[in-house]
């Protein structure tokens, strides 16, 4: 099972933001998605999860042509994003802030609780699950993020920057439960992120942008030392 972009172009006026650009993410693996500010990984990320229509090119999830439809399309199909920001809603608690997702998607409220309760005791939360979601530290509010997206159980789970402003324990605290969604979930999970200690060391795969142009494909050290990739964005001394 498979998300796939088929060569999607994307253009605001006369800038090109992807260019012709072919992505998989398969079920049970980690993609990283790398390259310099402007490469276009939001834009395919968004492209992949219907916030954004390409002007040409295709996407499928599980084999079902989905171009051109809603966000909501490809939640229901099981496409679950984060975003760069983790936007709680600090009026409400811990719980009620993975809840909400649940109610949405006509789950009832005790079912909702009780499955979110159990995902933050995942994400070592249990303890703030009363607790007002204003009180948590950054980190904490990445965490719940994460148990708020892996709650809907999706099929894919797309994170745009998630370590972004993380210490270095926090970071590593992440890759661990990033890797225990995948292996809990068995979801397909594509990761962008500029932290490339932690891109290189959680992701089986990594696919590198430049200019909205796909410039390397393959495994982590593979990329890494990809000579293109060096110059666009690890620089010459990575």
Known sequence: MELVAERATVRFGGLVATDDVSIVVKRGEILGLIGPNGAGKTTLVNVLSGFQRPLAGSVRVAGRDLTGRPPSAFAVAGVVRSFQAVRLFQGLTVAENVEVGL??????????????????????????????????????????????????EPRFLLLDEPAAG????????????????????????????????????????????????????????????????RAAYLGSGA
């Open 103 to 152: 109610v949405g998607r006509g789950l009832g409220r005790a079912a909702a609780r009780r499955r979110a309760l159990a995902v933050l005791a995942d994400f070592d939360l249990a303890h703030r699950a009363d607790q007002s979601a204003g009180a948590l530290s950054y980190g904490e509010e990445r965490r719940v993020g994460l148990a708020r997206a892996l709650a809907l």
């Open 166 to 229: 993380l210490a270095t324990a926090e970071a590593d605290d992440l890759r661990r439960a990033v890797l225990a969604i995948r292996d809990r979930a068995g979801c397909g999970i594509l990761v962008i992120e500029h932290n490339m200690a932690l891109v290189m060391s959680l992701c089986d795969r990594i696919h590198a942008l430049s200019s909205g142009r796909t410039i390397a494909y393959g495994r982590p050290e593979a990329v890494r030392a990809d000579p293109v990739v």
